[in-house]
């Protein structure tokens, strides 16, 4: 199941000591169903704010969310976001956690043991659903959190640096499951990360954000054939790219209006 997403001239601002900042500044973006768009853009250009948006935890204040074309009015089962910090509960087990999310999206009783534990499974922790947060490695909570997501069959998937926290080694792992996942659920993933070559890795097109106000600089689009991994030369090549595109957003950031000029609005 996938669903498209449309952000049409979003301005988002907030508040801090008095003055109102624009944290995303007339960004559009038009995500196919099924499509694996991976955001790259400097600490603060508005990435994380981008997904609340689509999450609905967050209403646009100029502009519009939609998704299939439905303005998004608050969170739902159909957009799961996945964090860098896994936030399962401590004192639930996997099954437990996973099974929560079902109930409070209203799953029948019967089925949840279930489906929780044929995702528990399909993420590889068959052998720990049993287990606690606690008791898991870094690359075991963020199985069990995408477990979690993937349990309710999200049209959208939204991923704020998943993967960050863990080891080169778990993460090439999850690279190559979360291609596959993505393939065999068919879900529309939206994934942000400061990690350039896993933003080639992943997506169909890395979409590169400029900060001070956040915009969106470019794309570069990647059609290499799945799975890819980390050390192939054509991946490395289309990181420089991106790289190159993130390099002019950081001169427009330097060049970005300071406190109390152009860009800051006092309320
Ligand atoms: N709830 C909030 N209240 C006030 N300011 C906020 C809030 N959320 C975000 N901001 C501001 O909006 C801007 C964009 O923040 P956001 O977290 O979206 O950036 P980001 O690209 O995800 O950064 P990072 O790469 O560090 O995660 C920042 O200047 C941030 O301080
Ligand atoms: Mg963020």
Same mark, same amino acid.
């Given at each position: 199941m996938s669903a498209s997403v449309r952000l049409e001239a979003i301005t988002q601002s907030f508040a801090r000591r008095g003055r109102r900042r624009a944290a995303l500044s007339g960004v559009s973006l038009d995500i196919e169903a099924g499509e694996f768009v991976t955001v790259v853009g400097p600490s603060g250009c508005g990435k994380s704010t981008l997904l609340d948006l689509v999450a609905g935890h967050t209403r646009p204040q100029r502009g519009s969310v939609t998704v299939d074309g439905v303005a998004v009015s608050g969170p739902g089962p159909e957009r799961m976001i996945v964090f860098q910090e896994h936030a399962l509960f401590p004192w639930l087990s996997v099954q437990a956690n996973v099974e929560f999310g079902l109930r409070s999206a209203g799953v029948d009783p019967a089925s949840r043991a279930g489906t929780a534990h044929a995702w528990?499974?399909? *993420? $590889?922790?068959?052998?720990?659903?049993?287990?606690? =947060?606690?008791?898991?490695? /870094?690359g075991m909570r963020q199985r069990a959190a995408l477990a979690r997501a993937l349990a309710?069959?999200?049209?959208?998937?939204?991923?704020?640096?998943?993967?960050?926290?863990?080891?080169? =080694?778990?993460?090439?792992?999850?690279?190559?499951?979360?291609?596959?996942?993505?393939?065999?659920? /068919?879900t529309t993933i939206i994934f942000v990360t400061h990690n350039v070559r896993e933003a080639v890795v992943l997506g169909d097109r890395v979409i590169v954000m400029?900060? $001070? =106000? /956040?915009?969106?600089? $470019?794309?570069?689009?990647?059609?290499?054939?799945?799975?890819r991994v980390v050390e192939s030369g054509? *991946? *490395?090549?289309?990181?420089?790219?991106?790289?190159?595109?993130?390099?002019?957003?950081?001169?427009? /950031?330097?060049?970005? =209006?300071?406190? $109390?000029?152009d860009g800051y609005v006092t309320i």
């Open positions: 528990i499974a399909r *993420v $590889g922790l068959a052998d720990a659903a049993h287990l606690h =947060p606690h008791e898991l490695s /870094g309710l069959a999200p049209q959208v998937l939204l991923m704020d640096e998943p993967f960050s926290a863990l080891d080169a =080694p778990s993460r090439d792992r999850l690279h190559v499951e979360l291609q596959d996942l993505w393939r065999e659920t /068919g400029s900060s $001070g =106000p /956040g915009r969106i600089m $470019g794309e570069v689009s990647v059609t290499l054939p799945r799975p054509r *991946v *490395v090549d289309l990181a420089q790219q991106v790289r190159g595109l993130l390099d002019e957003a950081d001169q427009m /950031g330097i060049a970005a =209006p300071r406190e $109390g000029q």
